[in-house]
C-alpha cells in the first residue's frame, strides 16, 4: 500500500543531511496521520465533550494528528437508542459531520453488544423476555435505523462487540440466549442490507491470546463459509506494557489476513499501572477495589517507565507497519491521557498515561516513538 520507496526513504534521507549540516529536516512528517500516509489511517476516539466541540484543545490535536474517528460511546445502543420508539442522534449526528467536514475515515462503534444496550431491548411491554423472531426484529429496526441514516458517510462498523469468551466460546449473552448463535450473522446481514457499502468489522479484546484467537478464526471461517458479509476484524489493542507480545501481535494480524479479513487495531491504548493481579482484560464489568499499591504515579511517570512506554509503542507500530498490507486502521482510544477510560478501568480514580499526548495536551516520547517507527528499520538492519 506504501505509495514507494521513497516516502520511506526520504525520513532517512533528510535526517542524515541534517547531521551533515545540510538545511533543513522540514520534509520528515511530523503527524501521525502522515507519518503513515500510504500505510493506514490513524485514528483517535472521540468522546461526547470533543464531539460537541467543548473540548476545544482535543478537537485541534484530532485535526492536526489524525484521519480517522471512532465515537467512544455515542453510538452505542444506550445512548442513541436509550427507550423503545425514541432515538437520539444529537451527538452521532455531530459525530459524523466532524468526521466529513474535516474529510476523516468514519468509522462507528458498535451495533450489536452485552454492554451498553438497556434492559428493555430484551423485554416486552409487560416485562416478559421477547421470544426469538421478536428479538430479531428490534435488532433489524435498530441496525437499519441507524446504519441506514448515516448510509455512504460511516464508512465502516463494528456490527458485533466481543462475543467471544477467553477459551473461544461464543459468549452467552443475552442475544445468544435468546436468539442463538446465528444472531451474529444476522446482525451482518441486516448491517450490510442497510449500507452495502459499509465495510463491517467483528471487534474483540484478547484474540492475541490463542485460545480466544482460535475461536474468532473458527467463528470467521463459518461466517465466510455461510457468505455472511463480514470484511474484517478489530483487534481492541488495550495493552500493557508486556502483553501482549510483538509476536503475538503480528501471528494474530497474519492469521485473519490469511481467512481474507481486513484488520484493524481499533482502540489502542498501553496500561502502564499494576494490573492488580487479574490476566488483562477489557471487560467493562470488570471492577477491581481501589488501592493506593495500584496507583502509584499520581505526582507524574517516571522517566523510566515514560521510555519503556515509548519503546513499547514503537515495537508495535513497527508490527503494524511490517503488516500494513493487511492494517487497515490503527486507532487510539482516546486522544490524551487526562481523556483515557483507563483511569478508571479496572480501577476507578487512578491517574493513568496510556496515550501519546499528556494531561496538558502535549506529545510524550511515545509519540515520537509512533513518528519514528513509520520511517521502519535504519537500511541494511
Ligand atoms: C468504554 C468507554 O471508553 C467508556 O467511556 C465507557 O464507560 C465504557 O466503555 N471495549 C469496547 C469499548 O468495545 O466500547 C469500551 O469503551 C472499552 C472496552
Do not use: C
Not at 467483528?202 to 485460545?211: C, G, K, M, R
Not at 506494557?241 to 503480528?250: I, M, N, R
Amino acid at each position: 500500500m506504501r505509495m514507494n520507496m521513497w516516502t520511506k526513504v526520504l525520513p532517512l534521507v533528510m535526517a542524515g543531511a541534517a547531521a551533515m549540516g545540510a538545511a533543513t529536516t522540514a520534509n520528515a512528517p511530523t503527524t501521525l496521520k502522515d507519518a503513515y500516509k500510504g500505510d493506514f489511517v490513524v485514528g483517535a476516539a472521540m468522546d461526547a465533550g470533543q464531539i460537541a466541540g467543548t473540548d476545544q484543545r482535543g478537537d485541534a490535536i484530532i485535526q492536526a494528528q489524525f484521519n480517522s474517528i471512532s465515537p467512544e460511546n455515542v453510538l452505542k445502543w444506550v445512548v442513541v437508542h436509550p427507550q423503545a420508539g425514541k432515538y437520539d442522534f444529537d451527538l452521532s449526528d455531530k459525530y459524523v459531520a466532524f468526521g466529513m467536514e474535516h474529510h476523516m475515515f468514519i468509522h462507528a462503534h458498535t451495533l450489536i453488544w452485552h454492554n451498553q444496550v438497556p434492559a428493555w431491548v430484551f423485554r416486552d411491554d409487560k416485562g416478559n423476555s421477547l421470544s426469538r423472531d421478536a428479538l430479531l426484529a428490534r435488532m433489524r429496526e435498530h441496525i437499519q435505523t441507524v446504519v441506514g441514516r448515516y448510509k455512504g458517510k460511516i464508512q465502516s462498523w463494528d456490527v458485533v462487540n466481543e462475543a467471544l469468551n477467553e477459551d473461544g466460546s461464543i459468549r452467552q449473552s443475552p442475544w445468544e440466549k435468546m436468539i442463538g448463535e446465528d444472531y451474529i450473522e444476522k446482525a451482518f446481514e441486516y448491517a450490510h442490507q442497510a449500507d452495502p457499502q459499509a465495510e463491517l468489522y467483528y471487534n474483540d479484546y484478547n484474540l492475541e491470546n490463542e485460545a480466544k484467537r482460535k475461536g474468532a478464526i473458527a467463528l470467521i471461517k463459518k461466517l465466510k463459509d455461510e457468505g455472511v458479509p463480514v470484511n474484517g476484524v478489530g483487534l481492541q489493542g488495550h495493552y500493557n506494557l508486556t502483553w501482549p507480545s510483538t509476536q503475538q501481535v503480528d501471528d494474530t494480524i497474519e492469521a485473519f489476513a490469511a481467512l481474507g479479513m481486513k484488520v484493524a487495531i481499533t482502540e489502542l491504548d498501553i496500561d502502564v499501572l499494576p494490573a492488580g493481579g487479574k490476566q488483562p482484560t477489557a471487560d467493562v464489568t470488570v471492577h477491581i477495589k481501589e488501592n493506593p499499591a495500584l496507583n502509584p504515579y499520581v505526582n507524574g511517570l517516571p522517566d523510566a517507565v515514560q521510555q519503556e512506554l515509548a519503546k513499547r509503542y514503537g515495537d508495535l507500530f513497527g508490527v503494524f507497519l511490517k503488516d500494513r498490507d493487511a492494517v487497515e486502521r490503527v486507532t487510539f482510544w482516546g486522544v490524551t491521557d487526562a481523556d483515557s477510560w483507563k483511569n478508571d478501568f479496572p480501577v476507578t480514580g487512578r491517574t493513568n498515561y496510556p496515550l501519546l499526548f499528556d494531561r496538558s495536551g502535549q506529545p510524550k516520547p511515545a509519540f515520537e516513538a509512533v513518528l519514528k517507527a513509520a520511517t521502519g528499520p535504519a537500511p541494511g538492519k
